[in-house]
């Protein structure tokens, strides 16, 4: 697409940012670009200026932008029925659930709107279970330190990170956050009150760290002994992000519970909890509910979505192309004095920097890439599963010559 082609439609982004600024709350530290179209990869801003995108709106658009077969599907379903309410039955989120149990070791889903709905119904489940089918009166979450998993006060409270909590006491009781990735030191905070384990399995908000192998074996052998029920927070390394469709396959474990969002409707705003067989005792008619949760429109996005993923084992590419960047970035960064590591799994890649990244993010947005951060040090590069070698090398070459600057 060229520039003539793109409606302009704000004279000057930076005014128009600040303008309507004003009509929102500053939750967000926003860039001065309006984004208005995209296709696959690729975005252009209200000023027709094209970008290349590496952050998929952080791990949300997995199949690139405004995906074909996607978009056909939400748009017959938009002729037919937006919404109807869960006390109907809604044959099409019956059949996004199949998909999810068909192609996981997980029995039954319950759907969302968002992924910290999905970790809120997540430790309600995992409390219920414990309280009312095992009768053990357990209720501690034990979570870790580095961790994300939502805004609600009880998924803040299990995120394990102090600035998302300031001012928000008091914080709901009954959490526990310990250090990620050692063994004894969460083994000597479980008690018998102890219901859950969360974790991520990558750790992306907190800086693109993974869990190691032997760990999360002896965490899922420590909850099997102990009656403790192991979450998966899948939000931003599910939907074939790390080279697996759920990225807790790569460690050969089974949670009882993971959860879903970001990208599980290529956009459409959904989340998922899905849970192991004898959780289902857990919930009953009444429990647990959400009036949008899984309406024929989000159905039809997450079915569409997983159809073309599972159809072509889209995870296999993102684990290609994911090994295509880090090798490229490993050589074009090579003895760069800025950068301390490449790390990741699949297409969830982390550059680890000396010192901050914020203006490296600022000026690689000038020069037509968009990317983001993990934590005040880490470059976080998220593209979409159908990247191609092409636009790999294009923002390869970009943040080599960025990174050659800051290391100067
Ligand atoms: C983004 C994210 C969440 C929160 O999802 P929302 O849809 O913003 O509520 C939770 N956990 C992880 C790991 C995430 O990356």
Redesign the pocket.
Known sequence: MSKQEVEVKSPNAQAHNEQNAQSLLPTYARFPLAIVKGKGSWLWDDQGRKYLDFMSG??VTNLGHVPEKVKEAVVKQIDELWHISNLFQIPNQEEAGKLITDNSGGDAVFFCN??????EAAIKLARRYQQLVKQNGRYEIITFEQ?????TLA?LTATGQDKVKEGFAPLPGGFKTVKYNDFDVLKAAISDHTAAIML?TVQ??GGIYPASQSYLKQVADLCKQEGILLII?E???GIGRTGKLFAHEHYGIEPDIF?L??GLGSGFPV?AMVAKEELRAGFSAGSHGSTFGGTPLAAAAVKATLEIIVADNLWERAAKQGAYLVEQLRENLAGNAFVEEVRGLGLLIGIACKGPVADIIVKAQQEGLLIISAGPNVLRLLPNLLVTNEEIEIAVSILAKLLAEAAE
């Open positions: 952080i791990a968002s992924g910290a709905e999905a970790n961790s994300f998993h939502g805004r998924t991520e992306g908000e927070d939000i931003q390394t959860t969002a970001k989340g």
